[in-house]
């Protein structure tokens, strides 16, 4: 739908009203899944260099049955 000069006014009140209808995180909701993100991009961090690590080995040794 394209949007027309003349509704601009009209399109502000509603952004406006939308608006009003969003429910803000509290400070905790925020601190607590800003906490869980981190934590758990760590776990995921540490588990895929475990897994690297562990296919490099592997590469490793498998490279040095070849020469």
Same mark, same amino acid.
Do not use: C, Y
């Given at each position: 739908?394209?949007?027309?000069?003349?509704?601009?006014? +009209?399109?502000?009140? +509603? @952004?406006?009203?939308?608006?009003?209808?969003? @429910?803000?995180?509290?400070?905790? +909701?925020?601190?607590?899944?800003?906490?869980? @993100?981190?934590?758990?991009?760590?776990?995921?961090?540490?588990?895929?260099?475990?897994?690297?690590?562990?296919?490099?080995?592997?590469?490793?040794?498998?490279?040095?049955?070849?020469?």
């Amino acid at each position: 739908m394209a949007l027309k000069i003349g509704n601009i006014p +009209q399109f502000i009140n +509603q @952004v406006k009203v939308e608006t009003a209808k969003v @429910v803000w995180p509290t400070g905790r +909701q925020t601190m607590m899944t800003t906490l869980m @993100v981190i934590i758990m991009t760590t776990i995921l961090g540490v588990f895929f260099f475990g897994i690297d690590h562990i296919f490099s080995l592997i590469v490793k040794m498998l490279l040095s049955l070849a020469a």
